[in-house]
């Protein structure tokens, strides 16, 4: 089980990471577009993480809270990417329809 939330958690950072260089050197909705990418592979990174915490064998209290707040802070991050990459690909198709 930890093996499948180590491959999660190495392909939503390496994702998150190619979104974090590549929205930099865009302009305008583009950029808010992969913005919103890093935001979703950043949420489900933490979701991997904290779900990970959750796994082992033995869980005390303070592995029990940094779980549960990074299943917070990821969960929070999936929610908002996806509503922001929703809203700005419909930003950039009305766009793309008045040229």
Do not use: C
């Not at 592979?41 to 990970?52: C, D």
């Not at 915490?53 to 033995?58: A, D, M, P, S, Y």
């Amino acid at each position: 089980m930890t093996a499948i939330f180590t491959i999660i958690i190495i392909l939503s950072a390496t994702f998150a990471l190619y979104y974090a260089i590549t929205w930099r050197s865009q302009p305008g909705v583009i950029a808010r577009i992969y913005q919103a990418r890093m935001n979703i592979g950043m949420g489900i990174f933490l979701l991997g993480v904290g779900f990970n915490q959750l796994t082992f064998e033995h869980v005390d209290t303070i592995r029990l809270v940094i779980g549960i707040v990074f299943l917070l802070i990821g969960g929070v991050n999936l929610v908002l990417g996806i509503r922001n990459l929703r809203y700005f690909t419909k930003i950039k198709k009305e766009q793309s329809e008045k040229k």
